[in-house]
T-cell receptor, first 107, second 114 residues
């Protein structure tokens, strides 16, 4: 089983849509969980950390399910500017990156 | 100041050249990292410095040589690279010296080896 499994997409959604990404991990010792966003030819930028209790930042909601070993990211009211690749990231003794999910929001 | 800076932004070098990439952070972070990223792939960890000491080397070829002159600076010295080493080289830092905190990335150096 791969350390991280993430649907590469692309997810093509209209503006205003709600879209959700999941990411599963195999290492139950993973300590911390993050979602990063990466625009084309730019560096990854931290979008949000993911906590067991779930956390929300504006239109973005992240959740962690330790029992099933996955994290999720929900984006509500999608904007054109949300178009990017979203990387799920797990921390054990180092960061483990998912392959990224490409999101394209169209007008 | 929440930035990680990297120079140069772009670098083109021949296989016999020697060059260096530079990274700087002034956030007081105690761990710094070098990653390599190829197109449409996630970043791959190369090296980790923790409290200015090399703590992880992910079996990187010796033609890549990291150096941490002080807690704010991280260099990557390049010598006799191959065309397949062309990639985006990303520097990152994290507050926790043991690596147990989120990482912040610099803008990267886009390297082309001819």
């Amino acid at each position: 089983r791969k350390e991280v499994e993430q649907d590469p997409g692309p997810f093509n959604v209209p503006e205003g849509a709600t879209v959700a990404f999941n990411c599963t991990y195999s290492n139950s010792a993973s300590q911390s969980f993050f979602w990063y966003r990466q625009d084309c030819r730019k560096e990854p930028k931290l979008l949000m950390s993911v906590y067991s209790s779930g956390n929300e930042d504006g239109r973005f909601t992240a959740q962690l399910n330790r029992a099933s070993q996955y994290i999720s990211l929900l984006i509500r009211d999608s904007k054109l500017s949300d178009s990017a690749t979203y990387l799920c990231v797990f921390l054990t003794d180092k960061l483990i990156f998912g392959t990224g999910t490409r999101l394209q929001v169209f007008p | 100041d929440t930035e990680v800076t990297q120079t140069p932004k772009h670098l083109v070098m021949g296989m016999t050249n020697k060059k260096s990439l530079k990274c700087e952070q002034h956030m007081g972070h105690r761990a710094m990292y070098w990653y390599k990223q190829k197109a449409k792939k996630p970043p791959e960890l190369m090296f980790v410095y923790s409290y200015e000491k090399l703590s992880i080397n992910e079996s990187v070829p010796s033609r890549f040589s990291p150096e941490c002159p002080n807690s704010s600076l991280l260099n990557l010295h390049l010598h006799a690279l191959q065309p397949e080493d062309s990639a985006l080289y990303l520097c990152a830092s994290s507050q926790d010296g043991r690596g147990w905190s989120e990482q912040f990335f610099g803008p990267g150096t886009r390297l082309t080896v001819l």
